[in-house]
């Protein structure tokens, strides 16, 4: 079956820096996602990687490693606002989205 | 860009009644939209895969009498939720797919039903 793996939850401080795993296994890969969610809005758009490597922008960086089904999304300088659920979602072959069940992140003072 | 708007954004109905709910990409033609549904603490869960002009492709377990949706052009599809229950409560949200499959989001609908 098809699966995604990320942490339930995770507390981080202030201005720190906080790691965000995701596993998967898929039927066929075709690019994984990271969205935000803020409690009671939608998910927004935060980054796409499909080839292997480090993707940056701004305080947020989304690496891929496709050979070990693994990626991660890197917060720096944390701010209170970054308080919010992350979700992994994988493109499988068919080119349908696989969600994760996302990340609750707590951000403390 | 990439703009994806949904109205009502809250809605309360009576049992039995049904709820129509839009969704609309603004800046951007989109021959895929997605329906999903989230309950409170949990994640999203896709509902069905609509594209325009042709029927939607619903999931295992999404009764298509029930959630009636519609693409009826390249920037609008409807969900129309049928007969509604209490136990359809819940957060509403369409995406549209723009270039090389990302989605975007609308800002959900809440639905209650009393």
């Known amino acids: 079956g098809q699966n995604i793996d990320q942490p339930t939850e995770m507390t981080a401080t202030e201005g720190a820096i906080v790691q965000i795993n995701c596993t998967y296994q898929?039927?066929?890969?075709?690019?994984l996602f990271w969205y935000q969610q803020h409690a009671g809005e939608a998910p927004t758009f935060l980054s796409y990687?499909?080839l292997d490597g480090l993707e940056e922008k701004g305080r947020f960086s989304s690496f891929l490693s496709r050979s070990k089904g693994y990626s991660y999304l890197l917060l720096k300088e944390l701010q209170m606002k970054d308080s919010a659920s992350y979700l992994c979602a994988v493109l499988d072959s068919n080119y349908q989205l696989i969600w994760g069940a996302g990340t609750k992140l707590i951000i403390k003072p | 860009g990439a703009v994806v708007s949904q109205h009502p954004s809250r809605v309360i109905c009576k049992s039995g009644t049904s709820v129509k709910i839009e969704c609309r990409s603004l800046?951007?033609?989109?021959?895929?939209m997605f329906w999903y549904r989230q309950f409170p603490k949990q994640s999203l869960m896709l509902m069905a895969t609509s594209n325009e002009g042709s029927k939607a492709t619903y999931e295992q377990g999404v009764e298509k009498d029930k959630f009636l949706i519609n693409h009826a052009s390249l920037t609008l599809s409807t969900l129309t939720v049928t007969s509604a229950h209490p136990e359809d409560s819940s957060f509403y949200i369409c995406s549209a797919r723009y270039r090389d499959y990302e989605q975007y989001f609308g800002p959900g609908t809440r639905l209650t039903v009393t």
């Open positions: 898929t039927s066929g890969f075709n690019g």
């Open positions: 990687n499909v």
């Open positions: 800046d951007f033609q989109a021959t895929t």
